[in-house]
């Protein structure tokens, strides 16, 4: 079975600072994982993904996030918060060895950013 | 541009009515996903579809059912709402692989 664990409920975060917003992993082979955001009334949005190779990804609107397989954690950073990015994000796994498509996402974290 | 589009952004309906809920892609996915979103658990996958006529059930299936006759739609039934089943549905689509998923807007469907 995968599982995804997002252990904050909320991170709030000033303009200008750097964020970080957490994610630890649980699959039985090599994952594939994704991070989304949702803003208000809206789907989710795809940020960006780890597949293979260079263990920091780099996505869009400034997030990257880094992929650390011997503490199974995927988290997503970005170096200068804007009050835009304030959302609620989520973190997806998926079992590369697994026969079909299907993600399993985490709770959801909402990030704050303050002016 | 990948398009998913749900047939309602806000729904309500009464305790025990069947209940239809569309999505439509154009970018011609082989695979096709229904989740509800609830406050504190996140999002939760109902049903998916990796092909046309097949199905496979997620995580919650129970009182849902799906059905996929053309590759760029996929509904969500629900044979006789309950008021347990008031949420947020969205659904996604991606191609195969490692490819992300793409949502739609989602239907907040109220039953009362």
């Known amino acids: 079975a995968q599982s995804v664990a997002q252990p904050e409920d909320q991170v709030n975060v000033a303009e200008g600072n750097p964020l970080t917003v957490k994610c630890t992993y649980s699959?039985?082979?090599?994952?594939?994982l994704f991070w989304y955001v949702q803003y208000p009334n809206r789907g989710l949005q795809f940020l960006l993904k780890?597949?293979?190779?260079?263990?920091l990804v780099k996505g869009s609107y400034g997030f990257e996030a880094e992929f650390n397989k011997s503490q199974t954690s995927f988290h997503l950073k970005k170096p200068s918060a804007l009050v835009s990015d304030s959302a609620l994000y989520f973190c997806a796994v998926r079992d590369r060895g697994g026969a079909n498509s299907k993600l399993t996402f985490g709770k959801g974290i909402t990030l704050s950013v303050r002016p | 541009d990948v398009k998913v589009t749900q047939s309602s952004r806000y729904l309500v309906k009464r305790t025990g009515e069947k209940v239809f809920l569309e999505c439509v892609q154009d970018m011609d996915h082989e695979n096709m996903f229904w989740y509800r979103q609830d406050p504190g658990l996140g999002l939760r996958l109902i049903y998916f579809?990796?092909?046309?006529?097949?199905?496979e059930k997620g995580d919650i299936p129970e009182g849902y059912s799906v059905s996929r006759e053309k590759k760029e739609r996929f509904s969500l039934i629900l044979e006789s709402a309950s008021t347990n089943q008031t949420s947020m549905y969205l659904c996604?689509?991606?191609?195969?692989?490692?490819?992300?998923?793409?949502f739609g807007p989602g239907t907040r469907l109220t039953v009362t």
């Open positions: 780890y597949i293979t190779g260079d263990n």
């Open positions: 699959v039985s082979g090599n994952p594939y």
């Open positions: 996604a689509s991606s191609g195969q692989g490692a490819r992300e998923q793409y």
């Open positions: 579809s990796y092909d046309v006529k097949m199905k």
